[in-house]
């Protein structure tokens, strides 16, 4: 049974039958005729345990461990908190170890035996019960973990118990299921549990407080630093369940509750700080790591944008950039500048499409200026057997590279593409940009900007200069391409000018899709763009375009600082925002003032992720709270998964609003992470 209904009773021998709850080792209870099993030590196990098969009358000689596991998964429901199990582990594994150190008398078919397999003991069914994986971890964990009362093992008796508060009905002896299984709701660790309900004990053998973090690196932002690490060499023998960051001087800290950045604010630009870390995991808080080098926070100068024709730069499948494709969890790095390239030495950003294709497992991608193993935050995220493509703003390298990783299970492999559309230099000699609240001016399925569908290998071109509040003067646009209605699957391509035959793509979509995708695109000398449907000729597809910005060749808009990718909103952990957003109900929150993006910031560049969502649809994510949105951010289909990049305004307090378009009371959780923002020309 998962849990005990009524009193569980020992068997000492046909004629005796006790209560649980009587006296611990060293009590009366112990009626020791002559010797079984016989182990004696308190400090090991016995490798195995005499058990009668009650149906039969035989007695099994079984290996304690696998006796354990079988015995946890008709006693302890494998869906309670991890905690509680390895509470449980202990308290079922200890009590076979006291019968096998204190025998009762009983014997069957094949002599001896310490426990029997049914409720007067034990529930030992291997014939129909499975150990799940929590319950086989809550073992494993624990097997060197033992307590001892009066320095020697003693009877761990558990019961049902009822649903009470963690630990209301303790008596010392038992461990009540129920009320424990709150405890590990209530986040205590397997050891407090223990200690609640046996008390007095001594643990031994069990976790410890983690290590101290490695590698620490701190890179200084105007009043703040974005801090990373790596994991420490031992997590004390249970999971960490979170880390904080701490200056020198000043004492400003971050924390995460698992992620290996965070970013330190308050701090005072012109002063040179430090940044240590710890871990802390049940158990308690480790070390301090050692101190990252000292880094000095100050104003960051902005960069201008110089757009150009998209130019593939990494192609796995061809060998650009790399050869061969990535394998999971390996950070690969590759070079974007070059003196005589589309990208100059000196460059401090780009903007760009990636692309996975030929990925052998659903899961996700980190982009960013430095090779991460185990990054905070992802870039694209995609369905096995799809050839999926994100919109991207990524700070580059102080060498001027980028580094992907593909966060997937051992084994696994992907193909990566990257075309660049534009690149930011820290200097004026670039365009300046000028956010604008999301502004639909290509529909064509209502005729709006294009007349009618794109047909297969015929550029399409429409109009910017002039819509949605984009001047003559502007150079380039950002925006949200999507696709829909497409009699296909393939791609399109979009871009300055008319090309039957474009040599990279925007989008890649599957037959009936609607798929978005964010782009930072130059447009034409007259201020058009053109788009081109890549299939077979006679398909077609809609097309719907949405304005979110544009760049003038003058001093007269925002400058762009790029910043490693943090996390500013994740729904399903209270970050930014607590709990799922109800569709039709905007969710607001703050993105200046937070992190590494100043109070002056006028507009962000990020990735945006949808997961956990009850219905298909979209969301719009813009500087103001709107019910009924202009235009959409991010389409996607129930159970999937899915990120779309974007540049987006923020409001005059710094915030951004974001809304799910679906049925009423339908839900979902959002995930944001902002790659760099936008400030003034000549910061404020």
Request: charged share 10%; aromatic share 8%.
């Amino acid at each position: 049974m998962g849990i005990r209904a009524g009193l569980r009773f020992l068997a000492a021998s046909a004629l005796m039958s006790v209560y649980l709850w009587a006296p611990a080792a060293g009590g009366s209870i112990v009626a020791s005729a002559s010797s079984c099993t016989n182990w004696t030590s308190n400090t090991t196990p016995p490798p195995t345990i005499r058990v009668l098969r009650v149906a039969t009358g035989v007695v099994q000689t079984v290996d304690l461990e696998a006796y354990t596991e079988v015995v946890m998964a008709a006693e302890f429901n494998k869906t309670w908190p991890l905690e509680t199990l390895r509470a449980g582990a202990v308290a079922v594994k200890e009590y076979g170890w006291y019968y096998t150190m204190h025998y009762r008398g009983g014997t069957g078919t094949g002599g001896c035996y310490d426990v029997r397999d049914d409720s007067s003991d034990q529930d030992y069914w291997p014939e129909s019960r499975t150990p799940a994986a929590s319950q086989i971890q809550a073992v494993q964990t624990t097997w060197t973990e033992y307590a001892l009362k009066g320095g020697a093992i003693f009877l761990t008796g558990y019961r049902s118990g009822s649903w009470v508060a963690c630990g209301s009905d303790r008596d010392g002896s038992h461990l009540f299921q129920l009320s424990a299984d709150r405890c590990g709701l209530d986040g205590h660790s397997g050891e407090y549990i223990l200690h609640l309900y046996y008390d007095p004990i001594d643990i031994e053998g069990g976790p410890v407080p983690p290590g101290a973090p490695q590698d620490v690196s701190a890179t200084a932002f105007d009043a703040s630093a974005q801090v990373g690490w790596a994991p420490p060499d031992s997590n004390g023998g249970t999971s960490i369940t979170g880390y904080t960051v701490t200056s020198s001087p000043d004492g400003k800290t971050c924390s995460t509750t698992g992620a290996l950045s965070c970013a330190v604010s308050g701090l005072t630009d012109l002063t040179p700080y430090t940044f240590t870390v710890t871990a802390t995991n049940n158990i308690g808080t480790g070390p301090a790591s050692d101190p990252s080098a000292s880094v000095t926070p100050a104003v960051v100068a902005g960069s201008t944008y110089h757009p150009i024709a998209p130019v593939r730069l990494l192609d796995t499948r061809h060998g650009i950039g790399l050869a061969g494709k990535f394998a999971a969890g390996t950070p690969r790095t590759f070079q974007i500048t070059s003196d005589a390239g589309a990208v100059p030495s000196g460059a401090t950003a780009v903007t760009g499409n990636l692309t996975v294709t030929g990925e052998s497992q659903s899961w996700a991608v980190y982009l960013g200026p430095d090779p991460e193993a185990h990054p905070a935050a992802s870039t694209i995220n995609f369905n096995k057997g799809d050839v999926t493509a994100n919109g991207v703003t990524v700070a580059l390298s102080s060498t001027g590279s980028l580094s992907a990783t593909f966060l997937s299970s051992p084994g696994q492999t992907t193909d990566l593409v990257f075309d660049v559309t534009g690149f930011f230099t820290q200097d004026m000699t670039g365009d300046t940009y000028h956010p604008l609240s999301p502004t639909r001016i290509v529909d064509s399925r209502r005729h709006l900007g294009l007349s009618n569908h794109l047909s297969a290998g015929k550029p399409a071109t429409f109009s910017v200069w002039g819509q949605g509040e984009v001047p003559d003067a502007a150079t380039a646009v950002t925006g949200n391409l999507t696709v829909t209605n497409s009699t296909s699957s393939w791609a399109v391509y979009l871009g300055p000018d008319p090309i039957a035959k474009p040599a990279t793509s925007t989008i890649n979509f599957k037959r009936g899709q609607v798929l978005a995708n964010n782009v930072t695109v130059a447009l034409s000398a007259t201020g058009s763009l053109s788009a081109t449907f890549l299939s077979s000729a006679g398909n077609t597809t809609d097309l719907v375009f949405d304005i979110t910005g544009y760049y003038t060749a003058d001093g007269t808009g925002e400058t762009y600082v790029p910043t490693t990718p943090v996390r500013m909103l994740d729904t399903r952990h209270g970050n930014g925002l607590s709990g799922h957003l109800v569709a039709g109900t905007p969710g607001t929150f703050q993105v200046s003032g937070r992190a590494c993006i100043p109070p002056t910031a006028t507009a962000v560049t990020g990735n945006v992720t949808v997961t956990d969502q009850t219905s298909s649809w979209a969301a719009f994510v813009g500087p103001d709270p709107v019910t009924s949105a202009p235009a959409s951010t991010i389409n996607f289909v129930k159970g999937e998964v899915r990120a779309n990049g974007v540049t987006v305004a923020l409001s005059e307090a710094g915030t951004l609003s974001i809304t799910y378009l679906s049925n009423p009371s339908q839900t979902t959780d959002m995930v944001f992470d902002v790659t760099g923002y936008f400030q003034p020309a000549a910061p404020i």
